[in-house]
């Protein structure tokens, strides 16, 4: 951009940055020069090595998209796994999932799909993958999982609902209930 000015006067207010994350350099830059690191399409037990990351380049606040909603798995189950291969096929998302502890997801999605399989490199998206990042569950069980965040050190949880479901609004709604006490 060239001679482009900001439309109002900020004074001592200025908008906060928050950058999107998930490779070891990327961390550590974003805890650098950001206010905020966004985590996203993780799991929660790669939530401590991702703020250990952003910790060695500075005190930026953790946000974390957290991917859930209080649904019946049989409505959401293939949603999940075509969610969840269309980020596998994406370097960067390939491998922090395999950093994750997916490896064999990540192999094996990749492998299908590079042969024009695309229905098996979907179905290779295991049942604990799709229970570790876009978790369906009962109310209770929401908010388990969103605490399992916090707990692992997210200090900004950004509730993700699934909406998967035949009421997709009655699903988002109790979704959303579900992770206001949690955080």
């Known amino acids: 951009m060239r001679k482009f000015r900001l439309g109002l006067r900020l004074g001592e207010r200025r908008p906060r940055i ?38 060695r380049g500075g005190a930026a606040t953790i946000y974390a998209y957290v991917h859930a909603g209080v649904a019946e798995r049989a409505d959401g189950i293939d949603a999940a796994r075509r969610d969840l291969f269309s980020y596998t096929v994406v370097d960067s ?31 290779a998206v295991s049942d604990a993958m799709v229970d570790a990042i876009d978790f369906m569950g009962d109310a209770d069980a929401v908010a388990g999982f969103v605490r399992r965040y916090v707990d692992a050190g997210v200090e900004r949880p950004v509730l993700m609902p699934l909406p998967w479901g035949r009421d997709r609004m009655a699903v988002t709604l109790a979704t959303m209930r579900a992770a206001i006490g949690a955080a």
């Open 93 to 123: 998302y390939a491998r922090s999932f395999a950093a994750a502890g997916f490896e064999a997801e990540v192999a094996e999605v990749r492998q299908r799909y590079g042969a024009g399989d695309r229905t098996g490199a979907v179905e």
């Open 18 to 55: 928050v950058v999107g994350a998930l490779g070891e350099q990327m961390l550590r830059l974003a805890g650098e020069l950001a206010d905020g690191v966004l985590l996203n399409y993780l799991p929660a037990n790669h939530v401590p090595w991702s703020v250990e990351q952003v910790r």
